[in-house]
């Protein structure tokens, strides 16, 4: 039975191999050797695929200029699932050399999710912009910016908002229903305007051709193949040299070991969230691996492969190899219980937070740089 994924639907991914052969996405690895200082999420699989990073790669090595898009959904608490997607901004920005297009999606969740458009900015700047400055995303090198209000610069804005329709024609009603499904006017909207998003950083009025890269999650890939279609069938008009590039992450678990929610704030851990929260949730949500009584612990071992507290410490909070292995072992053989486990993600995360709090409060004066 074909697999199915929906950008705008609530799935999870059981066999990310599976999803790949399928869709054509090649596997991330064998580009490590390539990469002088991979990050966390490369090395240890959480990045797990890819379509023409190669070239990326071939550009920083000739040092040429590249860029790298992302877009963000206003939906919501900034948490740790968004963080995954952060970190990769900031590597490509710091590490790599990359031009960072950051887009706030608020014609698309104005469409789909029928917020209203005030709400939408408020959320944007001092949710996912904010927490960004704190992480370390720097203005040097970065467009922030909204797809409602691209750009204050008329010629950079009719560019835009010309290729938005211009896309349009690239594509048929039968094309975008076999990979949405049913569709609305909003939706053929908000999709040919995400096309425009990927493919404008190449434009002349934006700084000219260069490779674009986009990091996303598997269930955004349906966006990615139809623009590279687009891309494809564009001639005399702009001619684009080369297709957009993408890397896959795998989705991080949900507190309660499902999918995060924004509707659910059980579901995940904000970055504003104060130590007493963290430690509730927690402890009493974080799905566990381990068995039903101590006893039963200490003879079978816990299952850290399924348990979220390990799994958040593995993906962010445990960047040293030797420690993340010496925790799975002492967890897998029983040695370590799970109220212990939980303890040592509650800790970290309570350092990291109080920090990054701190710092979040002194990006509030750095705003301005960015819009």
Known sequence: ??????????????????????????????????????????????????????????????????????????????????????????????????????????????????????????????????????????????????????????????????????AARKTTFNEMKAIYGDISPGKVMSVMTQVADILHPMLPEFGGFRHVVVPVGVDQDPHMRLTRDIASRFDKEYGFPSLPSSTYHRFIKGLKGGKMSSSDPLSYIALTDDPKTIKGKIMKYAFSGGRETIEEHRKKGGVPEVDVSYQYLYSQFEPDDKKIRRIYEDYKSGKMLTGELKQILVEKLRKFLEEHQKRRELAKKQIDKFI
């Open 1 to 166: 039975m074909p697999l199915e994924i929906n950008p705008w639907g609530s799935n999870d991914v059981k066999d990310y191999e599976k999803l790949s052969k399928e869709f054509g996405i090649q596997p991330f690895e064998p580009l490590l050797k390539r990469i002088k200082e991979p990050h966390l999420l490369m090395r240890r699989g959480l990045i797990f695929g890819h379509r023409d990073f190669d070239k990326i790669l071939d550009s920083v090595k000739k040092g040429e200029s590249y860029a790298m898009l992302t877009g963000l959904m206003p939906s919501g608490k900034f948490h740790l699932g968004h963080r995954i997607l952060a970190e990769q901004m900031i590597y490509h920005q710091q590490v790599l050399g990359g031009k960072v297009f950051i887009c706030v999606a608020d014609i698309e969740a104005y469409n789909m999710r029928m917020n209203d458009m005030g709400k939408l900015r408020d959320i944007a700047i001092n949710e996912y912009l904010l927490n960004y400055i704190a992480l370390g995303l720097k203005p040097e090198k970065c467009e922030f910016y909204f797809q409602s209000d691209r750009s204050k610069d008329a010629k950079k804005s009719n560019a835009f908002y010309r290729l938005v329709g211009m």
